[in-house]
Nanobody
Framework: QVQLVESGGGLVQAGGSLRLSCAAS????????VGWFRQAPGKEREFVAA????????YSANSVKGRFTISRDNAKNTVYLQMNSLKPEDTAVYYC???????????????WGQGTQVTVSS
């Protein structure tokens, strides 16, 4: 089991930036992917981005391409989500999750962090 802890959320004006962190501990495997998801009030949890723990493979949702960048620091066991040009519609609770292999489906991930709130004001 992988334990995940998110940090870095907050309140920012539209057009601003935030960087989220996801610190992993416990069992990790080279085949794992770490994904970022978000859930706005009254909406389903949606895929944002994912990164392989061992290769250069990354994936992003169309809604965030060109604005959000996912990266990792293996020495720190941490995955980051750099969010630029934020929009009010990016407001949500952001979660990181881990699983063996890539998926955009939240129900396929078996390890989750507690979430961090991101609020973008207009």
């Amino acid at each position: 089991q992988v334990q995940l802890v998110e940090s870095g959320g907050g309140l920012v004006q539209a057009g601003g930036s935030l960087r989220l962190s996801c610190a992993a501990s416990g069992r990790t495997f080279s085949s794992y992917f770490v994904g970022w998801f978000r859930q706005a009030p009254g909406k389903e949890r949606e895929f944002v981005a994912a990164i392989s723990w061992s290769t250069t493979n990354t994936y992003s949702a169309n809604s965030v391409k060109g604005r959000f960048t996912i990266s990792r620091d293996n020495a720190k066991n941490t995955v980051y989500l750099q969010m630029n040009s934020l929009k009010p519609e990016d407001t949500a609770v952001y979660y990181c999750a881990a699983r063996a292999g890539f998926s955009t489906r939240s129900d396929m991930y078996d390890s989750w962090g507690q979430g961090t709130q991101v609020t973008v004001s207009s």
